[in-house]
């Protein structure tokens, strides 16, 4: 295979978002689009020559056809071997386990995560370090000047390869090989859960259901569930990645994975019930008859994690992003470990985790992850909760309900405005932020406002600090909005109001959340002047 070197002019819009690039599919189909943007990143990976790259994705529309680029332009851009998963698929943590194993200089993983997917859908390339997680921001800042400003892109020419047969190939002169995407993630997960115990709790009867939504984590919840745990054959449902996720939305929220949400809430629930997004990081958890919400779940896992025999010696620390509610805190200061509060985006945890400050971190965006690799895992965090099922022999709402009698209960809920105007949105937040030194003392909704500000966060370990990272509202009545837009959409702007309030006292745990934070939701919307700035007088999506 001869490289060839294909002269092409930048796009303008190739800024990284929270997490990579992500656009729909047709802007990515354009000609040169994929390419321009490999290269770029490509041009800024310190020492490729001969090192290892691993590329693999959430087997979404347009997977198989960018991972056959990319193999081509990793060998004519002089890495030395390639690992892609059989078929082109990797779940993201999967492919971050597969970097850290085999000590890759780094990996492409393409997907746009929770992001429905098909022809009309969404499509996204990241660029994970050799640490396994997320490149940061001065990275994906310079792949972004660098598209900017791209000239040519460097290709070996040839016939595709073929990725269904387990094995090594050759493009160009680099050593392709095609592995297994369960593999080497099952024998960490095996390190790291008790396997026996899991087994045993099934052969007891214990029975759960887990939604793959027809996205990537089938393959990996079939072996490990079904094949290695002894589930019966039908635990995992839809459980075939497919490119268009069967029409699923593959976000595990209780909108989105309303099936499983219905099963678990009726007469016929299983003991446990469980869902991942389009590329396997994402996780939600459901008691019988009870959605555990991702705030709590992150505290449930810190609290009970020396179950396991992988955190058996205890935590070095939980860190949580700064929506996610404060349940996570309570456990840390209990437990007498490090606590931090970073920005929303995986990336910010990497320091923390590598510079061993933490051990568990997690998002209110159903993200829980551990140090055992870069990315957080869907599938970990429900091995997880099997441990600690297996190990109490308790139901998971009794698990639930014991966390909270003794913790208190943070009742949480977040809005999500989708599809608004940029202008307009960015409007409401920048009059936000100039109200800001006006609100402490005042009253809306009938709770008071004690404290506020724009969230920066001081990263402890490299001393960067990242500003502008969300409005925080804090109400005397130890309640909290936060507001911010999100990174990761595709089209115009969503505004996500992100609601809480700690409820101390067991008598009142078992309300209707949206009845508890109804003040707390009137407040929200009379500070930002929701309404009025954005025409809608309800949000798209209550979760
Ligand atoms: C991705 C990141 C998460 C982050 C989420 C926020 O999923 O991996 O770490 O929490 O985006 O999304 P948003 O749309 O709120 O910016
Ligand atoms: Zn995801």
Same mark, same amino acid.
């Given at each position: 295979?001869?490289?060839?070197?294909?002269?092409?002019?930048?796009?303008?819009?190739?800024?990284?978002?929270?997490?990579?690039?992500?656009?729909?599919?047709?802007?990515?189909?354009?000609?040169?689009?994929?390419?321009?943007?490999?290269?770029?990143?490509?041009?800024?990976?310190?020492?490729?020559?001969?090192?290892?790259?691993?590329?693999?994705?959430?087997?979404?529309?347009?997977?198989?056809?960018?991972?056959?680029?990319?193999?081509?332009?990793?060998?004519?851009?002089?890495?030395?071997?390639?690992?892609?998963?059989?078929?082109?698929?990797?779940?993201?943590?999967?492919?971050?386990?597969?970097?850290?194993?085999?000590?890759?200089?780094?990996?492409?993983?393409?997907?746009?995560?929770?992001?429905?997917?098909?022809?009309?859908?969404?499509?996204?390339?990241?660029?994970?370090?050799?640490?396994?997680?997320?490149?940061?921001?001065?990275?994906?800042?310079?792949?972004?000047?660098?598209?900017?400003?791209?000239?040519?892109?460097?290709?070996?020419?040839?016939?595709?390869?073929?990725?269904?047969?387990?094995?090594?190939?050759?493009?160009?002169?680099?050593?392709?090989?095609?592995?297994?995407?369960?593999? =080497?993630?099952? +024998? @960490? *997960?095996?390190?790291?859960?008790?396997?026996?115990?899991? #087994?045993?709790?099934?052969?007891? $009867?214990? /029975?759960?259901?887990?939604?793959?939504?027809?996205?990537?984590?089938?393959?990996?919840?079939?072996?490990?569930?079904?094949?290695?745990?002894?589930?019966?054959?039908?635990?995992?449902?839809?459980?075939?990645?497919?490119?268009?996720?069967?029409?699923?939305?593959?976000?595990?929220?209780?909108?989105?994975?309303? =099936?499983?949400? +219905? @099963? *678990?809430?009726?007469?016929?629930?299983?003991?446990?019930? #469980?869902?991942?997004?389009?590329? $396997?990081? /994402?996780?939600?958890?459901?008691?019988?008859?009870?959605?555990?919400?991702?705030?709590?779940?992150?505290?449930?896992?810190?609290?009970?994690?020396?179950?396991?025999?992988?955190?058996?010696?205890?935590?070095?620390?939980?860190?949580?992003?700064?929506?996610?509610?404060?349940?996570?805190?309570?456990?840390?200061?209990?437990?007498?470990?490090?606590?931090?509060?970073?920005?929303?985006?995986?990336?910010?945890?990497?320091?923390?985790?590598?510079?061993?400050?933490?051990?568990?971190?997690?998002?209110?965006?159903?993200?829980?992850?551990?140090?055992?690799?870069?990315?957080?895992?869907?599938?970990?965090?429900?091995?997880?909760?099997?441990?600690?099922?297996?190990?109490?022999?308790?139901?998971?709402?009794?698990?639930?309900?014991?966390?909270?009698?003794?913790?208190?209960?943070?009742?949480?809920?977040?809005?999500?405005?989708?599809?608004?105007?940029?202008?307009?949105?960015?409007?409401?937040?920048?009059?936000?932020?100039?109200?800001?030194?006006?609100?402490?003392?005042?009253?809306?909704?009938?709770?008071?406002?004690?404290?506020?500000?724009?969230?920066?966060?001081?990263?402890?370990?490299?001393?960067?600090?990242?500003?502008?990272?969300?409005?925080?509202?804090?109400?005397?009545?130890?309640?909290?909005?936060?507001?911010?837009?999100?990174?990761?959409?595709?089209?115009?702007?969503?505004?996500?109001?992100?609601?809480?309030?700690?409820?101390?006292?067991?008598?009142?745990?078992?309300?209707?959340?949206?009845?508890?934070?109804?003040?707390?939701?009137?407040?929200?919307?009379?500070?930002?002047?929701?309404?009025?700035?954005?025409?809608?007088?309800?949000?798209?999506?209550?979760?």
């Amino acid at each position: 295979m001869v490289t060839t070197r294909i002269p092409t002019t930048p796009f303008s819009d190739q800024r990284p978002g929270t997490s990579g690039l992500r656009k729909k599919v047709s802007v990515f189909q354009q000609p040169r689009y994929v390419e321009n943007f490999i290269q770029s990143i490509f041009d800024n990976v310190k020492g490729a020559e001969g090192a290892t790259l691993v590329i693999g994705g959430d087997g979404r529309f347009f997977n198989d056809s960018v991972v056959q680029t990319a193999i081509k332009m990793a060998a004519a851009n002089g890495f030395g071997r390639v690992l892609v998963g059989q078929r082109g698929l990797l779940s993201t943590p999967a492919a971050s386990c597969v970097i850290r194993k085999h000590k890759a200089i780094g990996g492409l993983v393409l997907s746009a995560s929770h992001n429905p997917g098909g022809p009309d859908g969404d499509f996204g390339i990241k660029f994970n370090m050799s640490h396994g997680g997320p490149a940061p921001e001065s990275f994906t800042e310079s792949v972004f000047k660098r598209a900017s400003a791209i000239t040519e892109y460097k290709i070996v020419e040839g016939p595709d390869l073929d990725l269904n047969r387990i094995g090594p190939a050759r493009a160009g002169n680099m050593v392709v090989e095609v592995i297994d995407p369960v593999a =080497d993630y099952a +024998e @960490l *997960m095996e390190q790291l859960i008790d396997f026996e115990k899991i #087994a045993d709790l099934f052969r007891s $009867g214990f /029975r759960m259901r887990f939604d793959a939504l027809s996205a990537i984590t089938g393959p990996y919840a079939k072996a490990i569930l079904e094949g290695r745990l002894g589930a019966p054959e039908g635990t995992v449902v839809n459980g075939e990645p497919k490119p268009d996720f069967g029409g699923h939305h593959p976000d595990p929220n209780p909108v989105h994975a309303h =099936d499983l949400m +219905e @099963l *678990m809430l009726g007469p016929d629930a299983p003991d446990f019930g #469980a869902a991942s997004d389009g590329d $396997g990081d /994402r996780n939600m958890i459901v008691a019988r008859g009870l959605f555990v919400t991702p705030s709590d779940s992150l505290a449930i896992l810190a609290s009970h994690a020396h179950l396991a025999p992988g955190y058996a010696k205890g935590l070095a620390g939980v860190a949580r992003s700064m929506p996610t509610s404060r349940a996570a805190d309570r456990v840390a200061r209990k437990l007498g470990i490090n606590f931090f509060e970073t920005p929303t985006g995986w990336k910010f945890f990497a320091n923390l985790l590598d510079a061993g400050l933490i051990t568990l971190c997690g998002e209110e965006s159903a993200g829980t992850g551990s140090n055992h690799i870069r990315e957080k895992d869907g599938l970990w965090a429900v091995l997880l909760w099997l441990n600690i099922l297996a190990v109490t022999r308790k139901p998971a709402d009794q698990i639930v309900r014991e966390h909270w009698a003794a913790f208190g209960r943070d009742y949480y809920t977040r809005h999500d405005y989708e599809d608004l105007e940029t202008a307009p949105a960015n409007d409401l937040m920048n009059a936000l932020r100039e109200k800001l030194p006006t609100l402490p003392g005042r009253r809306f909704g009938g709770l008071t406002v004690q404290s506020c500000d724009d969230f920066a966060y001081h990263d402890p370990v490299d001393g960067s600090v990242t500003p502008k990272q969300g409005i925080r509202i804090h109400f005397a009545e130890d309640a909290r909005a936060v507001f911010r837009l999100s990174g990761t959409g595709t089209s115009g702007a969503t505004l996500r109001v992100y609601l809480e309030r700690f409820e101390p006292s067991i008598d009142r745990h078992d309300l209707p959340t949206a009845e508890v934070l109804a003040p707390v939701v009137q407040a929200a919307n009379e500070i930002a002047e929701i309404e009025a700035r954005t025409g809608r007088s309800a949000p798209s999506v209550v979760t």
